[in-house]
């Protein structure tokens, strides 16, 4: 197996359903893509040819006895900048529901996110807020739960009373109005609450029956808040991934959050051994050297990256510390001031910027815009 390094980001072969390669997916069964006889002349050529074929064909033995499915990659010689679905097809119907994630699969955004909270009996959910009043309608169905301060907490209610919930189109939690007023109808709910678990599930099957693999890009919501209301939510977090495979660079899987005291904790005291991104919001004095003996990247604001039609020089003083930039969020109903199309915003981030992944609410627009900005 060859491990992931920086800056190149090009990997070769790993025996989880998590593996992924940069630009470049594909996903066969063993069982039909492999015979016996053939194993065994690989092996056989392994032992003639190097040692590291010798090893992939003793891990696609085992694999073998075990049934499980091996995924098989090339990748590209140098890597092409890849879309993270921003909770999912955001753009087209609610976001974080099981709808949004299958649509964002299908149009083929290489990573999905899953923004994680805590439940009251401590499963991760996945919703962008620790609020529920602006996604759901949790204030009619369950009127009198909210708090001193007028909100509704998804810590409040268990799993099963948040399945009872039916999820909508984002509004403003002052005015009531949809954020996205020509977005999916705000007042056409029946869309219901995924757990971590089941929306792994989703996309570990979409890996399977489409053979093309998408990753994941969760993030550790208000991990400070979780701890004073007496909840690790990333000691939870991190046992889910690792049930589903997700474990070290060579899976699918950046993990990240705003608080970067939360990122050192998950690196140093809890021993995650994956990707972290830090999200660095509107901020563009960061202390990337810092950064860097921890994360793998950052994640701006488009803002921090684009002002005007101008780029600023924050992702290559990013990469001259080995760090990815992935920044958030492109929408084509809301671009940046000065900014006349999707095509022109995706030109500056791409072909002037450099940056190496973009977040979107519409991963159909930016997977095709992405490759025709796509930098050589």
């Known amino acids: 197996m060859v491990a992931f390094s920086k800056p190149a980001q090009n990997f070769s072969f790993q025996q989880s359903s998590t593996v992924w390669a940069r630009g470049e997916w594909s ?19 392994g032992l003639f040819i190097n040692g590291t074929l010798m090893l992939i064909g003793t891990k696609i033995f085992r694999l073998m006895k075990t049934g499980m499915a091996l995924l098989f990659f090339t990748t590209l010689a140098a890597a092409q900048p890849f879309t993270i679905a921003h909770r999912g097809a955001s753009g087209y119907v609610p976001e974080h529901t099981r709808e949004a994630k299958v649509m964002a699969h299908a149009m083929g955004a290489e990573f999905i996110e899953q923004d ?24 009619m169905r369950f ?31 002052k005015t009531g109005k949809p ?23 989703v996309i570990a099957g979409l890996n399977r029956s489409t053979g093309r693999v998408a990753g994941i890009y969760p993030e550790i919501k208000q ?33 990240q959050c705003f608080e970067y005291g939360e990122l050192k904790r998950l690196r140093h005291e809890l021993g995650w051994k994956g990707r972290l991104i830090f999200l660095a919001g509107n901020k563009t004095k960061i202390d990337l050297a810092e950064l860097a003996k921890v994360v793998d990247g950052i994640g701006p604001s488009i803002g921090a990256i684009v002002s005007g039609t101008q780029v600023t020089d924050l992702t290559a003083r990013a990469h001259a510390f080995g760090l990815e930039v992935h920044p958030h969020t492109l929408r084509v109903d809301d671009l940046p001031k000065g900014i006349q199309t999707s095509d022109e915003l995706m030109r500056l981030l791409v072909d002037e910027a450099k940056v190496d992944a973009l977040f979107t609410d519409f991963p159909d627009v930016t997977v095709n815009g992405l490759k025709k900005a796509a930098r050589p």
Not at 34 to 40: D, K
Not at 128 to 137: C, P
Request: hydrophobic residues 40%.
């Open 27 to 45: 996903a066969v069964s063993v069982a039909n893509f492999f015979r016996i006889p053939v194993l065994l002349g690989l092996i056989t050529l």
């Open 143 to 173: 009127p009198g739960r909210k708090r001193a301060d007028g909100r509704y907490y998804a810590l409040d209610f268990t799993l099963l009373e948040l399945r009872q919930l039916s999820m909508h189109e984002r509004t403003d939690h």
């Open 223 to 255: 991990p400070t808040w979780h701890r004073k209301e007496g909840r690790d939510i990333s000691s939870v977090v991190l046992r889910v991934l690792a049930k589903h495979g997700y474990t070290t660079k060579e899976h699918a899987c950046y993990l």
């Open 179 to 201: 954020v996205y007023p020509n977005r999916f109808p705000a007042t056409m709910g029946g869309f219901r609450i995924l757990t971590l678990d089941e929306e792994l599930e």
């Open 116 to 139: 994680v909270v805590l439940s009251k009996d401590d499963v991760p959910v996945v919703l962008h807020d620790i609020h529920l009043e602006t996604t759901s309608d949790v204030a």
